[in-house]
């Protein structure tokens, strides 16, 4: 079967429906807490914003803004702010304090360990997020035990491994490997699975999950502040939707019906975000959904996070491999003075569709539903740098997967 190698994109036509609880839990007040307990872990430090104004220029809008999260935390991506903050809610959760009250400090101190003891903490990822949850529990002193779905790669199973988790390929697609975490979670004392997707009976942890991505915003919006600009557009890229859906819920519940123009950004062989949206209702789908995309390369959206998309996004992006890889090749050679930005092939498929959007005229209709124009002001979060070192330098330097 030939692949689709077009970029198709749907307005957002989804019924309406209540979602208010969701919405308070990406509050301004709550953002404060999160943004309080990263700050307080000696490895925190804001990540930059990068302001492209030559290709800006290039393609033909106002600025382009890019959120680089390949120096968060000294781990190439932006999934421990989710997972260390789920983990600390958890554990504050368990004893009856306050979130607020566990800082780094307190969550290694002797005190809280001889309280609690040693917790396991179960997760599925293709990658980024279990290394975050690993990276986490081993600076608190638990254990985690990480499944990755075939196909992935053999260094970011390493990487993991690296942080002191119990870590595996197995034998099935992403969210095979969610069922095989909650399954042995269920089977094992004091553990407890934390996981960047909701499910019915399943959604407290993924709203705490959601609620530490908004660090990463918190920051771009205030960095945004200092170039006295306000963004137009965002794009933002969605696997299970946890990071999409936070997002989409931080803007809203920020600016209401000001907010910026939220686009979902998927890959074809897993856009269940997409497929949803063009049913106007929940959906799932199946298969390998092998794809480069490989942080993005999950069936089953993640079900609070859904329920904002479908009230408040713009429009949903469904992208060809292409797509990724030219925003990959696009942030590693800056035009002119332009810093460079090592992006992924999760992190980078914002670029290329953006970029994509302004330079074929095969899509002029495209860039006119979503209002891009000289005056558009667009905000892309490049969520990992070179996570598959290999792979990276095959797109880039080998020229894999070329625009089309």
């Given at each position: 079967m030939i692949e689709n190698q077009k970029i198709e994109i749907i307005s957002n036509e989804c019924q309406k429906s209540n979602c208010e609880d969701v919405l308070n839990l990406l509050s301004s007040y709550e953002m404060k807490k999160v943004l309080a307990f990263h700050k307080s872990f000696p490895q925190y430090a804001e990540t930059p914003l990068i302001k492209l104004d030559?290709?800006?220029?290039?393609?033909?809008?106002?600025?382009?803004?890019?959120?680089?999260?390949?120096?968060?935390?000294?781990?190439?991506?932006?999934?421990?702010?989710?997972?260390?903050?789920?983990?600390?809610?958890?554990?504050?959760?368990?004893?009856?304090?306050?979130?607020?009250?566990?800082?780094?400090?307190y969550l290694t101190s002797k005190e809280l360990?001889?309280?609690?003891?040693?917790?396991?903490?179960?997760?599925?990822?293709?990658?980024?997020?279990?290394?975050?949850?690993?990276?986490?529990?081993?600076?608190?002193?638990?254990?985690?035990?990480?499944?990755?779905?075939?196909?992935?790669?053999?260094?970011?199973?390493?990487?993991?491994?690296?942080?002191?988790?119990?870590?595996?390929?197995?034998?099935?697609?992403?969210?095979?490997?969610?069922?095989?975490?909650?399954?042995?979670?269920?089977?094992?004392?004091?553990?407890?699975?934390?996981?960047?997707?909701?499910?019915?009976?399943?959604?407290?942890?993924?709203?705490?999950?959601?609620?530490?991505?908004?660090?990463?915003?918190?920051?771009?919006?205030?960095?945004?502040?200092?170039?006295?600009?306000a963004c137009t557009h965002v794009f933002v890229q969605a696997g299970v939707g946890s990071l999409a859906g936070a997002v989409q819920g931080i803007y809203t519940s920020t600016y209401g019906e000001k907010a910026p123009k939220v686009t979902i950004v998927e890959p074809h062989a897993a856009n269940c975000l997409y497929e949803s949206a063009k049913a106007k209702d929940y959906k799932i789908v199946t298969g390998e959904m092998r794809t480069i995309m490989a942080g993005l390369a999950c069936g089953e959206p993640n079900t609070i996070s859904w329920k904002l998309l479908k009230n408040y996004s713009d429009a949903f992006a469904s992208c060809p491999e292409w797509v990724a890889a030219k925003g990959m090749r696009i942030l590693s050679s800056p035009s002119a003075t332009d810093e460079r930005v090592i992006s992924g092939e999760s992190g980078a498929v914002g670029a290329g569709l953006l970029a994509a959007l302004m330079q074929k005229n095969e899509y002029t209709k495209l860039r006119d539903q979503l209002g891009l124009n000289e005056d558009s002001v667009v905000l892309l979060f490049s969520t990992e740098g070179d996570t598959d070192p290999e792979k990276y330098l095959d797109i880039i330097w080998d020229g894999e997967y070329p625009s089309l």
């Open positions: 030559n290709l800006a220029a290039r393609l033909g809008v106002k600025a382009i803004y890019v959120k680089d999260e390949s120096y968060r935390f000294g781990l190439n991506a932006f999934k421990v702010l989710g997972g260390s903050y789920a983990i600390a809610r958890y554990i504050a959760k368990l004893i009856g304090k306050d979130v607020s009250e566990m800082t780094y400090k360990r001889g309280q609690i003891g040693q917790i396991t903490f179960f997760t599925a990822t293709d990658g980024n997020h279990g290394r975050g949850v690993a990276w986490a529990a081993n600076k608190l002193g638990q254990k985690s035990v990480v499944y990755m779905p075939a196909g992935s790669s053999q260094i970011r199973l390493d990487n993991i491994r690296a942080e002191g988790a119990e870590a595996s390929i197995i034998d099935g697609n992403y969210d095979d490997a969610v069922r095989l975490a909650a399954k042995h979670s269920a089977e094992t004392p004091k553990s407890v699975v934390v996981q960047d997707t909701a499910w019915e009976g399943y959604e407290e942890i993924p709203g705490w999950i959601m609620q530490g991505y908004g660090t990463m915003v918190v920051e771009a919006e205030n960095q945004l502040e200092n170039y006295y600009d």
